[in-house]
Antibody, heavy 120, light 110 residues
Framework: QVTLTESGPALVKPTQTLTLTCSFS??????????VSWIRQPPGKALEWLAL???????YFNASLKTRLSISRDTSKNQVVLRMTSMNPADTATYFC????????????WGRGTLVTVSS | EIVLTQSPATLSVSPGESATLSCRAS??????LAWYQQKPGQAPRLLIY?????ATGIPDRFSGSGSETETEFTLTISSLQPEDFAVYYC??????????FGQGTKVDIK
């Protein structure tokens, strides 16, 4: 079964660092062409792509957030971790991880998402 | 950054009718455009990629097309079913980072 599952805190305080984990099964980030992204969606708003890591461990970021983001992979655990520093209330959103391929960077498989609220 | 503008923001359609959704790119994206459907509380679902290729398991009442200028794209849903009422997003993956999405079109019941 091919799945992605996001996990992490539901509530973080302003200025804290958010750490989210995407655990996946049914595919491998060692397979050439495979990519995993993080995408977020504030309540009632549109989707925003944040970051991507690929099979070669190349990493790409949304420039608007690049100074606050890091992404890493653990291929032995089939996990991708996103860290976002200096969290503020505008970062309140559902965070999704999603798979794509180098042949078509459209997202064919998504996790259910995890809602992160930033509040003191 | 490529900006995607979707229109209309809301489309009211009766079941059984067709719906035409538009997505305009601020510059050419070739055929590197996808469409997603999102229902409340769910993750987006890939419908179309490569501007006109249906994803696995997507019914043929969903079709995508693009203009010769490769800046204007259309998602057509023929004979709307009750399960088709949702928000639809376009996404480009031609020039990235960043990968960008449109602001969405909500298709609701007339």
């Amino acid at each position: 079964q091919v799945t992605l599952t996001e996990s992490g805190p539901a509530l973080v305080k302003p200025t804290q660092t958010l750490t989210l984990t995407c655990s996946f099964s049914g595919f491998s980030l060692n397979t050439p062409g495979v990519r995993v992204s993080w995408i977020r969606q504030p309540p009632g708003k549109a989707l925003e792509w944040l970051a991507l890591v690929d099979w070669a461990d190349d990493k790409y970021f949304n420039a608007s957030l690049k100074t606050r983001l890091s992404i890493s992979r653990d291929t032995s655990k089939n996990q991708v971790v996103l860290r976002m520093t200096s969290m503020n209330p505008a970062d309140t959103a559902t965070y999704f991880c999603a798979r794509s391929y180098s042949t078509s960077t459209s997202f064919d498989l998504w996790g259910r998402g995890t809602l992160v609220t930033v509040s003191s | 950054e490529i900006v995607l503008t979707q229109s209309p923001a809301t489309l009211s359609v009766s079941p059984g009718e067709s719906a035409t959704l538009s997505c305009r790119a601020s510059q050419t994206v070739g055929r590197n455009l996808a469409w997603y459907q999102q229902k409340p509380g769910q993750a987006p679902r890939l419908l179309i990629y490569g501007a006109s290729i249906r994803a696995t398991g997507i019914p043929d009442r969903f079709s995508g097309s693009g203009s010769e200028t490769e800046t204007e794209f259309t998602l057509t849903i023929s004979s709307l079913q009750p399960e088709d009422f949702a928000v639809y997003y376009c996404q480009q993956y031609s020039y990235w980072p960043p990968i960008t999405f449109g602001q969405g079109t909500k298709v609701d019941i007339k």
